[in-house]
């Protein structure tokens, strides 16, 4: 008598702030779309909050949704898209990310593993450049817009960081069994990394 097996699905999830790419890029993109003045200045009038941040004294997520509002609101979807596309490809272009993990992702491809980036940053961004990276899936954070067409710079949803993301991953995951990897390299990352078959901190 043939005994059945069940195939699980090879599953890799990685953050992409201090992951793949080398360093921040939010911040980046942020300059790039409002100009370098206006987010010195946002940032400077907000040194007390983010102080407190550091400290555990305020939330974090609000802090980045007080930057985004001020940053990107009243901007049109389409401009903000625009952006996003061309920063992507200027990150593509510029190569600012981690060897080691760009060979991860290939060992990944190679094996025929789903591939998603699970990240805080915006999907405004990431989205395009996901498939310069072999990266099949991207959950990450999406902006709110209005009727006519304005980006409010609110979230749609809770920022994608911590218990987020592994919320995030569940969903994405469904009811399937997977042989899951994780990589990270944040306290952000630690629910993340929790979930995984194989972990990696970075």
Known sequence: MSGSTTVRRGVAAFDFDGTISRRDTLGPFLAR?????????????????????????????????????????????????????????????????????????????????????VSASLDSYLVPLAPHLGVGHVISCSLEADASGLVTGRLLGPNVRGEEKAVRLRRWLGTDTAELWAYGDSSGDDQLLAMADHPTRV
């Open 33 to 117: 779309v409002a100009g370098t003045p206006a987010l010195v200045r946002t940032l400077m009038m907000r040194t007390p909050q983010f102080a407190a941040v550091t400290l555990g004294r305020a939330d974090r997520d609000l802090e980045k949704q007080v930057v985004l509002e001020r940053l990107l609101g009243g901007r049109t979807v389409e401009s903000v898209a625009e952006m996003g596309r061309a920063y992507s490809e200027h990150l593509w272009d510029q190569q600012r990310f981690r060897p080691e993990m760009l060979e991860r992702l290939r060992w990944h491809r190679e094996r025929d593993h789903e591939i998603v980036i």
